[in-house]
């Protein structure tokens, strides 16, 4: 069982990073905000899980114990998976997840890309109890100015303009790992450069 992983980060884009330990490099699946945390050559540390299957081994990566134990309580719902289980933390914090599940509200859940009514209905459901609420402010999620809450802003502008949410990220990514921090310290700087990097041609979302 792989439960974590320090070491340099070779690669930080869309949801995946690869981060190289030993001399050995793991792909690892992130949130979309993890990977725009990390910064090519420093070094990260992250929990994870790994999902053995027949066909394939994937590891999960978290920045905290919370989200760690948030995954691995949703992956042991009815009908949801590990992509669908990081799906749900790329929108929703644990504080937000567990606020749902006690107020006994699916709606948050229904809101994630491949979470139907039926699946965040059992979510609510399934989870009830067990998890603890700590009630925090909407404002400390993330400092104004801080890479996340920048990316997050460039992010929800592009899918504004009709990029697709997985390519509107992976571009973002890019943008942020290619670029001095100077460079992305604005939504403004940070939109421009990351549609120069998609180009006109696909503002559209189309190929």
């Known amino acids: 069982m792989i439960s974590s992983l320090r070491g340099t980060v070779l690669s930080a884009a869309g949801g995946t990073a690869v981060i190289e330990v030993g001399g050995v490099g793991f792909s690892v699946q ?16 992250v929990l994870t ?6 066909d394939a081994l994937q590891l999960f990566g978290f920045a905290d114990l919370d989200q760690l134990q948030v995954f691995e309580l ?30 006994d509200d699916d709606a ?18 399934q ?13 400390t999620k993330a400092a104004a100015g801080s890479p996340s809450s920048i990316g997050d802003s460039v992010l929800v502008a592009l899918v504004g303009l009709g990029w697709p949410e997985k390519v509107a990220a992976e571009a973002v990514a890019e943008v942020v790992s290619d670029t001095d921090e100077k460079s992305r ?3 403004q700087t940070l939109l ?16």
Do not use: Y
């Open 127 to 139: 989870l009830s109890g067990k998890l603890a609420v700590t009630r925090r402010a909407p404002a």
């Open 30 to 45: 992130l949130t979309p905000d993890h990977v725009l945390s990390l910064r090519i050559g420093d070094e990260a540390f």
């Open 108 to 125: 948050p859940f229904r809101k994630v890309s491949g979470i139907g009514p039926k699946t965040a209905k059992l979510i609510v459901v």
């Open 74 to 103: 949703l992956t042991g719902v009815s009908g949801v998976g590990p992509k669908s289980a990081i799906g749900v933390l790329s929108v929703l914090s644990p504080d937000q997840i567990a606020a749902a599940v006690t107020d």
């Open 49 to 54: 899980s790994l999902i053995v299957r027949e």
């Open 185 to 187: 310290d604005s939504v």
């Open 192 to 207: 421009r450069l990351t549609l120069a990097r998609l180009g006109p041609a696909k503002q559209t979302g189309r190929p």
